[in-house]
């Protein structure tokens, strides 16, 4: 996985909890992504950073917040989990030529 | 917007057969098409890159096409084996080097 790494791994929350995933690089690449994984939806992208102090909307961003403090690690929050936010988390970064390198998941359950 | 198609949504072939999945996408400015392949449970692996300036790549027993004018990507995968089984999923890539993804081919190869 090009050295992406996210923790935890796996993550039950009640409706209304709060949390912060962590996605971590060792490529010192400017852009790094975070996407969730739905049956039946695909991946698709919720928010992105182009560099450090930097954030930007995907497709689905409600419900979530990011932080770029430190260029190598991109934070993913949720303030008030609600069910609709149970899946499968992934951060992506680029590789040298291109190619997008995901790390392992964050399997959220929220109830 | 950009959207990705594949077709099959499930394929399930005996052991041996060569296959061929398809991806379309509806907006031809990309900058490349990625393939992966997802185990259950587990990340996404990269399998192949093709850059907006090529036609294929190839990798061992796996070759991928892009038609970038048609919008249509193919993975074709040689004598295949019980341990090709996986989903396959493929994504175009835009500006910010985001990635848009299909919701995958879900292949079954039976001994």
């Known amino acids: 996985n090009a050295g992406v790494t996210q923790t935890p791994k796996f993550r039950v929350l009640k409706t209304g909890q709060s949390m912060t995933l962590l996605c971590a690089q060792d490529m010192n690449h400017e852009y790094m992504y975070w996407y969730r994984q739905d049956p039946g939806m695909g991946l698709r992208l919720i928010h992105y950073?182009?560099?450090?102090?930097?954030?930007a909307k995907g497709e689905v961003p409600d419900g979530y917040n990011v932080s770029r403090l430190k260029k190598q690690n991109f934070l993913l929050g949720l303030e008030s989990a609600a069910p609709s936010q149970t899946s499968v988390y992934f951060c992506?970064?680029?590789?040298?030529?291109?190619?997008?390198?995901f790390g392992p998941g964050t399997r959220l359950t929220v109830t | 917007k950009q959207e990705v198609t594949q077709i099959p949504a499930a394929l399930s072939v005996p052991e041996g057969e060569n296959l061929v999945l398809n991806c379309s996408f509806t907006d031809s400015a990309i900058y490349n098409l990625q393939w992966f392949r997802q185990d259950p449970g587990k990340g996404l692996t990269s399998l192949l890159l093709?850059?907006?300036?090529?036609r294929e790549q190839t990798s061992g027993r796996l070759n991928a096409s892009l038609d970038k004018s048609s919008g249509r990507s193919t993975l074709y995968i040689a004598a295949s084996q019980p341990g090709d089984s996986a989903t396959y999923l493929c994504?175009?890539?835009?500006?910010?080097?985001?990635?848009?993804f299909g919701k995958g081919t879900k292949l079954t190869v039976n001994p």
């Open positions: 950073s182009v560099g450090e102090g930097t954030t």
């Open positions: 994504a175009v890539q835009g500006g910010s080097e985001k990635l848009v």
């Open positions: 992506a970064q680029p590789g040298p030529v291109y190619e997008q390198y």
């Open positions: 093709i850059q907006s300036s090529q």
